[in-house]
Every structure is written in structure tokens, then in C-alpha cells.
């Protein structure tokens, strides 16, 4: 028995050991999750904001998000997170039952400026105990949130109390420091953003982050496994997967900072930008000098990490942006299929169909065009890959987005782009191969 079966085989055993206490919960999990809140909606966070200037620098936003509402008493500012199970939409098609934060995942950005005191309540409305570590923020030891080293764990239905000083500006996460395979795994994550006091390097104009995540949902799940180690078959920004993502809207020549984290389970992710060369200018360890920023189209986002770029797009477009892992650009129906590339199949369909009518090989000469096949899907599932775009099928999906560079940003955000005449690569011309010496036949 290897170790991930035995360690399945002893968790069912756990499970059926402690059958009458968990029975309550699971009981309330099936049904939803607990009660919403009378307070939901102002705890479940603001969509995320336009950019409003404050000390020359833009409220982040965080697609497919919101952010952390604070409201200040005395010289505090004082926020609310609640931990809970509740059905998440991965996109369109596909749903699960998920943890997190605000009934969110990742739970809602906290934004805060050096300097600022926080005192952030946690209340724990999960099956069971948890904490809150904020990751990469320098406080004192026993808000640190790691579960029996520095604080008692959250029991199920108490609220506990985290108050520090946000001492440095940076970009950094939060996570549970309890049971942390599964609470991550289940996707309670989130990023934090503490600005400087005084704007440090040139302006930017916008403002993202972006949490980078992996999920096990086997098709027809309604929960992810939060034991697979290796196969991960949901690949997410904000935890959405294409064509789910909502696209980063920005205007030609502005200056952009994306924030990127990093709480996948297992695996760091190459983000790579097209049409892009960007500065690494900051980590969850503080600034980067301006004479060690490298030019760069891919960034790596190691697990437990957080990396920020800042560029300036030069040319207007729908422009790429994605993990640069092939299979973290799949979805679940990728895994796990035969490898049939390159078989001579022949007759094969035809025989095969005697026995089963809707019988059809698929893939032998690749497998770019699976995610357009009008196949049918099952239930709570999404095809292979991809989305609709403007000229087919886009054959990625996964940790996938799109950059909208447009000249007027807030103008046309639905729209693709409209390339000007003759900038569109397209079939080859016979008389002009002739020319430049080309020979097809
Ligand atoms: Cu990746």
C-alpha cells in the first residue's frame, strides 16, 4: 500500500471513529453551509472598488473578488473575517462546495497602509477548529495564528481577536495555520495588501492581485480532495479558472502592477505575460532595488510566496496571460484519457460502434480541438479546455486570463479587440511565397 492509500484508508478509519461528532457537521455542510449572518453582506465584502487615488496610489482590485471592508474606530481599523463552507463556482459549469472566507475564496483582500493598527475578528464557523496565519506580515509572535505553538486553535463557533500594527508595506497572504492540507486545499487563502505611507518608485495606475491555486474535483464531486498530492485538475487565478476569469482592463501606456500569490498545495507557478516585459519589483519579503530588477515575460510564483510585477503595455490588444505548466492550462476532462496519438485506429470506430453506438476514438491526431467538440460533458463538469474567442476556440483553459490593453480602458470592456487592417496573421499568399522563395510542393 503506498502512502497516499494508506493514508486515505486511515483517514476513513478516523472518520468512522469519530462518526458522532462530525455527523452534525457534515449534516449542516450538506445543507450549505451554516446560516448566512444577519451581518453577511457587509462582512462578505465590497466588489472590488475603481481605482480612487489615495497618496498617489490606487485601491488594488482583485478580479472575480472584493476587499476586506474596514471601518475605522478610534485610531483602528477593525474587520471581520468568518470562516465557512459554501458553493463556489469554479465557471460557468462547475461548482463546489468550498471553505473560506466571507463565503468567498480566495476570502476578500485585506488592504491596509503602513503604519495603520488592525484588529481583525475571526469567527469560526467551520466543522472545525481553525486559525489565522497572516503570511509574511512581521507582528507579534502570538498573532501569528499557528495552532498550538503560538495561540489555542479557533474551536467551531468562537470568534477570536487579532490585532497588530502593520508595520511594513508589501503585498502578503493569509491562510489557517490548522489542518492546513485541508483548509487550503478547500480554498481558504487570501492575499494582503499593506501601501506605503509615501508611493515609493513611479505612479502606477492599476492596481491588481491575483492568488494562484490548485484543486483536485473529480467530474461529478461536489467537494475537492484535499488529499491529492500530485493530480490537480482545476487550476485557478482568484480561484476561477478560464473562460471563468474575469479579464485585467488596462490602458495603453499606464503603468500596471499585478501582485501574485502563491497557496497552491504542491506546485509553483511560471506566470507568463504576452506582449509584456515586466520588473519583479517587490517579493512578500519586501522591495526589490531597482538595480536588481530583472527584465522579464515570466515570473515564478514558488508556493508561499508572493511576487509583483509593474509594466507598461506598448501595444493595445487581448493579450495572454497564464501559468506556463501545460497541464495547469487544462481542466478536469484532460486527465486521466488514454493516449491515443498517433494510433492507427481504421476500421476501429466502425466495429466498436456494433457493440456501442456513441462509441468514437478521440485524439489520435492530438488533442487540440477536444475542447470545441459539441461532445456531451457530464454533469457539474467542464470541458477539456478552452473558451469561445474571437476567431474559434481559445485552446487553453485552467490558470488562464486575458490582459484587455485598450487605448480608452473603461471603453469596450466586453468586447475583444478590434485589430487594425493587415496586422492579423492569416493563409498564406501562393503568388508572394513565389516571390520570397518559398517551395510547398
Ligand atoms: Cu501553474
Not at 466571507?102 to 503604519?115: D, S
Not at 498530492?229 to 485585467?248: A, C, H, I, K
Not at 457493440?355 to 463538469?381: F, H, L, V, W
Request: charge should be neutral; charged fraction near 20%.
Amino acid at each position: 500500500m503506498d502512502r497516499r492509500r494508506f493514508i486515505k484508508a486511515g483517514s476513513m478509519l478516523a472518520a468512522g471513529a469519530v462518526l458522532t461528532k462530525s455527523t452534525l457537521a457534515r449534516a449542516q455542510d450538506e445543507a450549505g453551509g451554516p446560516e448566512p449572518l444577519g451581518d453577511r453582506d457587509a462582512a462578505e465584502g465590497v466588489p472590488s472598488r475603481a481605482p480612487r487615488i489615495t497618496n498617489e496610489q490606487p485601491h488594488v482590485l482583485t478580479p472575480n473578488g472584493a476587499t476586506l471592508p474596514l471601518r475605522t474606530v478610534g485610531n483602528v481599523r477593525v474587520g471581520h473575517l468568518i470562516a465557512s463552507s459554501f458553493e463556489h463556482e469554479f465557471a460557468p459549469g462547475l461548482k463546489a462546495q468550498c471553505w473560506g472566507y466571507n463565503h468567498r475564496t480566495p476570502g476578500p483582500t485585506l488592504e491596509a497602509v503602513e503604519g495603520e493598527r488592525l484588529r481583525i475578528y475571526v469567527t469560526n464557523r467551520l466543522s472545525e477548529p481553525t486559525t489565522v496565519h497572516w503570511h509574511g506580515v512581521i507582528l507579534p509572535n502570538g498573532m501569528d495564528g499557528v495552532a498550538g505553538l503560538t495561540q489555542r486553535a479557533i474551536p467551531p463557533g468562537e470568534t477570536f481577536m487579532y490585532e497588530f500594527t502593520a508595520r511594513y508595506p508589501g503585498t502578503f497572504m493569509y491562510h489557517p495555520h490548522f489542518d492546513e492540507m485541508t483548509q487550503i486545499a478547500l480554498g481558504m487563502t487570501g492575499m494582503i495588501v499593506v501601501h506605503p505611507r509615501r508611493a515609493r518608485g513611479p505612479r502606477v495606475q492599476r492596481d491588481f492581485v491575483l492568488m494562484t491555486h490548485e484543486w483536485r474535483l473529480d467530474v461529478g464531486a461536489r467537494r475537492p480532495d484535499p488529499l491529492e498530492m500530485t493530480d490537480f485538475n482545476v487550476l485557478t487565478f482568484n480561484s476561477r479558472t478560464f473562460p471563468g476569469t474575469e479579464p485585467l482592463l488596462m490602458g495603453r501606456g499606464e503603468r500596471v502592477r499585478i501582485r501574485f500569490g502563491n497557496l497552491s498545495p504542491m506546485s509553483h507557478h511560471p506566470i507568463h505575460l504576452h506582449g509584456m516585459s515586466f520588473a519583479t519589483t517587490a517579493t512578500d519579503g519586501g522591495y526589490i532595488p531597482r538595480s536588481a530588477q530583472v527584465p522579464n515575460t515570466t515570473v515564478l510564483v514558488p508556493v508561499g510566496s508572493t511576487r509583483v510585477i509593474e509594466f507598461v503595455p506598448e501595444q493595445s490588444g487581448d493579450w495572454a496571460m497564464h501559468c506556463h505548466m501545460t497541464h495547469h492550462v487544462m481542466t478536469q476532462m484532460g486527465h486521466g484519457i488514454p493516449n491515443m496519438i498517433g494510433t492507427q485506429t481504421s476500421d476501429l470506430d466502425t466495429r466498436m460502434r456494433r457493440i456501442e453506438p456513441r462509441y468514437m476514438t478521440m485524439a489520435q491526431d492530438g488533442m487540440g480541438s477536444m475542447g470545441e467538440m459539441k461532445m456531451p460533458i457530464p454533469k457539474n463538469s467542464l470541458p477539456m479546455r478552452g473558451g469561445p474567442g474571437p476567431f474559434g476556440n481559445i485552446d487553453m483553459g485552467g490558470m488562464f486570463t486575458i490582459l484587455k490593453v485598450r487605448d480608452s480602458p473603461m471603453k469596450g470592456t466586453g468586447l475583444w479587440y478590434s485589430h487594425p487592417q493587415g496586422t492579423v496573421a492569416g493563409p498564406a499568399d501562393a503568388s508572394q511565397m513565389r516571390a520570397d522563395g518559398i517551395e510547398t510542393t
